[in-house]
């Protein structure tokens, strides 16, 4: 399996940017993708996360109603779209997925077992 994400960038508080990662390797209807990130000096945090099969979509409290992940299955492709950015929101951020997860384990690190390379968002105020 291969994740590649990208779409990060350097943006003014209030903007928007779109993340995609680019899913690769086998067939995913079974998986859950997340997007988690990591500021400098904290541990990596989950953001959102989507089920392939049903479309049942995760978030964190701190980015309902900015936030939307989506997917296309067209494409194999999982899309973070980051609206109304903050700077707290300023981090590398990873995409990720996982197979047969329970809802409570969506929002952890640890079985998620493929991961792509970070792309660094950062908001300046």
């Given at each position: 399996?291969?994740?590649?994400?990208?779409?990060?960038?350097?943006?003014?508080?209030?903007?928007s940017?779109?993340?995609?990662?680019?899913?690769?390797?086998?067939?995913?209807?079974?998986?859950?993708?997340?997007?988690?990130?990591?500021a400098?000096?904290?541990?990596?945090?989950?953001?959102?996360?989507?089920?392939?099969?049903?479309?049942?979509?995760?978030?964190?409290?701190?980015?309902?109603?900015?936030?939307?992940?989506?997917?296309?299955?067209?494409?194999?492709?999982?899309?973070?779209?980051?609206?109304?950015?903050?700077?707290?929101?300023?981090?590398?951020?990873?995409?990720?997925?996982?197979?047969?997860?329970?809802?409570?384990?969506?929002?952890?690190?640890?079985?998620?077992?493929?991961?792509?390379?970070?792309?660094?968002?950062?908001?300046?105020?």
């Amino acid at each position: 399996v291969q994740l590649q994400a990208s779409g990060g960038g350097l943006v003014q508080a209030g903007d928007s940017l779109r993340l995609s990662c680019a899913a690769s390797g086998r067939t995913f209807s079974s998986y859950t993708m997340g997007w988690f990130r990591q500021a400098p000096g904290k541990e990596r945090e989950f953001v959102a996360g989507i089920r392939w099969g049903s479309n049942t979509k995760y978030y964190t409290d701190s980015v309902k109603g900015r936030f939307t992940i989506s997917r296309d299955n067209a494409k194999n492709t999982v899309y973070l779209q980051m609206n109304s950015l903050k700077p707290e929101d300023t981090a590398v951020y990873y995409c990720a997925a996982g197979n047969r997860m329970i809802t409570s384990q969506v929002m952890a690190p640890s079985v998620h077992h493929y991961w792509g390379r970070g792309t660094q968002v950062t908001v300046s105020s």
